[in-house]
Nanobody, 122 residues
Framework: QVQLVESGGGVVQAGGSLRLSCAAS????????MAWFRQAPGKEREFVAA????????YYTDSVKGRFTISRDDAKNTVYLQMNGLKPEDTAVYYC???????????????WGQGTQVTVSP
């Protein structure tokens, strides 16, 4: 049974940092694209960042470029999101997701985690 478990969320002041982790189990995802999405109250789920197999390429939404860094450790079947310079508008539930193929930025992923809350206070 495939399972994705996020951790690392919390409450932080503006300008602070958090590191999210997503540990996958049930199969190896070394050949999958791994990604982070987020959803703020009253808003649609939006793409944040993605990393392709073997870390070949990374993709970011414009609002987080230069502040967030996605990485992966295939030996641990884990994807990370280092978030620096956090802003109140980054407040959301953050979800990790994996997909075998297809468009990177659309939420049509094969597996999803349950989400972790990130709250950034002014």
């Amino acid at each position: 049974q495939v399972q994705l478990v996020e951790s690392g969320g919390g409450v932080v002041q503006a300008g602070g940092s958090l590191r999210l982790s997503c540990a996958a189990s049930g199969r190896s995802f070394s050949t999958y694209t791994m990604a982070w999405f987020r959803q703020a109250p009253g808003k649609e789920r939006e793409f944040v960042a993605a990393i392709t197999r073997s870390g070949g390429s990374t993709y970011y939404t414009d609002s987080v470029k230069g502040r967030f860094t996605i990485s992966r450790d295939d030996a641990k079947n884990t994807v990370y999101l280092q978030m620096n310079g956090l802003k109140p508008e980054d407040t959301a539930v953050y979800y990790c997701a994996v997909k075998a193929r297809g468009l990177i930025r659309t939420p049509s992923y094969d597996y999803w985690g349950q989400g972790t809350q990130v709250t950034v206070s002014p």
